[in-house]
């Protein structure tokens, strides 16, 4: 078994995503990560005799590059904001597409593909809740299921490192979620944390990483002083 079909089907969720065509993305994101867990099951073994062997073929910050090249790919897609919330919050509504070339030849490099997959099924969730906020249970069952996968995606992005765009991407719409469904307190927390990173990397002249988060900066900073910011960055 090869690793091209769960890149073939994980870039088939992103085309939904990017129709904004969510159940069929949902439905995709789920086949991807089923393709995963049996490529996982194959491939377990010659993994660890690999990973014992020979370096990762993952770059520490191979999850922000994907991001930037998905953002590339999709670059007529707008982000999304929450319309459950007032007002509406910043959501990172970009799915992130394996590279044809995207190898699995250790633990590392299908660590990154893991938490792609998962991180895609759950914008899938999120955006398709945000779709059908009138009703109440589903629209609290969507974001919980939501809540879920982004936890599980930053959990195994966890052993990585320098992939601040991706940690970004996933705390902001975890933060955004609880908004929505009335974690008030939680959600700010989560924000305010979100903002020290950011007046961190202000001080410490992260330039080009600020550019990439300008869609985070409605979430977390006050308006008068999101302009000084901006002017930073």
């Not at 897609?77 to 044809?100: A, K, W």
């Not at 999120?126 to 109440?136: F, S």
């Amino acid at each position: 078994m090869t690793i091209q079909p769960i890149i073939i089907q994980n870039n088939v969720t992103v085309t939904y995503l990017q129709r904004r065509d969510f159940e069929r993305a949902i439905a995709s994101s789920a086949l991807a990560l089923r393709y995963h867990a049996d490529f996982q099951t194959v491939q377990h073994g010659l993994f660890l005799s690999a990973s014992s062997s020979s370096g990762s073929s993952c770059a520490p910050d191979c999850l922000d590059q994907s991001m930037l090249l998905s953002k590339q790919y999709g670059n007529s897609v707008n982000d999304s904001s929450s319309t459950c919330t007032t007002p509406p919050l910043f959501v990172y509504s970009h799915g992130i597409i394996l590279p044809p070339n995207t190898l699995a030849t250790d633990n590392n490099s299908m660590t990154m593909v893991s938490a792609i997959l998962t991180f895609n099924s759950a914008l899938a969730y999120q955006l398709y809740a945000l779709q059908h906020c009138k009703c109440k249970s589903s629209h609290t069952f969507l974001l919980l299921q939501s809540k879920r996968l982004y936890e599980l995606a930053f959990g195994v992005h966890s052993g990585a490192h320098h992939n601040l765009l991706f940690e970004f991407a996933v705390v902001n719409n975890i933060a955004v979620i609880d908004r929505c469904i009335g974690n008030e307190a939680m959600s700010t927390q989560t924000f305010e944390n979100l903002m020290s990173v950011l007046m961190l990397m202000v001080d410490q002249g992260c330039d080009s990483r600020l550019r990439q988060l300008q869609g985070f900066l409605r979430n977390v900073v006050p308006p008068y002083n999101l302009m000084k910011i901006a002017a930073a960055a």
